[in-house]
């Protein structure tokens, strides 16, 4: 069983990895990629005895819908996060979430100084940064070594 956590945790991170891609290119996250990473992250969550934290995932939309409704965050970024919200219990998330926003400046600041004119006019990655911040966070909060 241990094995095959490792295993579909890997193609989340590969998904995630294809998500940002996608993101950088075209500022957009598919519906079907988003699909997929929910069946995966269910499979994870299941396999390792929990339950998908719905309750935290709905309290992250509502949250981050509010700040899609006046242009702070894009839409697709709004559904990533709270589809890897699931994941992550009540204990976790704000660890998951400051990690989120770490690397969100990073990414900002990285491409306000290498591809200003791009970010300036497309916004910023930001499924690279949660994507990041889920890669690292999740392995740490929840015994995957």
């Given at each position: 069983?241990?094995?095959?956590?490792?295993?579909i945790y890997i193609l989340?991170a590969?998904l995630?990895?294809y998500i940002?891609l996608?993101?950088i290119?075209?500022?957009t996250i598919?519906?079907t990629s988003?699909?997929f990473?929910?069946?995966l992250?269910?499979a994870?969550?299941?396999?390792?005895?929990r339950a998908?934290?719905?309750?935290?995932?709905?309290?992250?939309?509502?949250?981050?819908?509010?700040l899609f409704?006046?242009h702070?965050?894009?839409g697709?970024?709004?559904?990533?996060?709270?589809?890897?919200?699931?994941?992550?219990?009540?204990?976790t998330?704000?660890?998951f979430?400051?990690?989120?926003?770490f690397f969100?400046?990073?990414?900002?600041?990285t491409?306000?100084i290498?591809?200003?004119?791009?970010?300036i006019?497309?916004g910023?990655?930001?499924a690279v940064?949660i994507?990041?911040?889920?890669i690292?966070t999740?392995?740490?909060?929840h015994?995957?070594y």
């Amino acid at each position: 069983m241990e094995y095959w956590i490792k295993v579909i945790y890997i193609l989340i991170a590969l998904l995630l990895l294809y998500i940002s891609l996608k993101d950088i290119t075209t500022r957009t996250i598919s519906h079907t990629s988003l699909i997929f990473l929910v069946f995966l992250l269910v499979a994870l969550i299941v396999m390792q005895g929990r339950a998908p934290n719905v309750a935290a995932a709905f309290s992250v939309f509502i949250i981050l819908f509010i700040l899609f409704v006046f242009h702070v965050i894009g839409g697709g970024d709004v559904k990533l996060l709270t589809v890897l919200s699931l994941s992550f219990s009540n204990a976790t998330i704000v660890t998951f979430i400051l990690t989120t926003l770490f690397f969100g400046g990073l990414v900002a600041i990285t491409g306000l100084i290498g591809f200003r004119k791009n970010v300036i006019s497309n916004g910023v990655p930001y499924a690279v940064a949660i994507s990041l911040a889920f890669i690292l966070t999740y392995p740490i909060t929840h015994a995957i070594y």
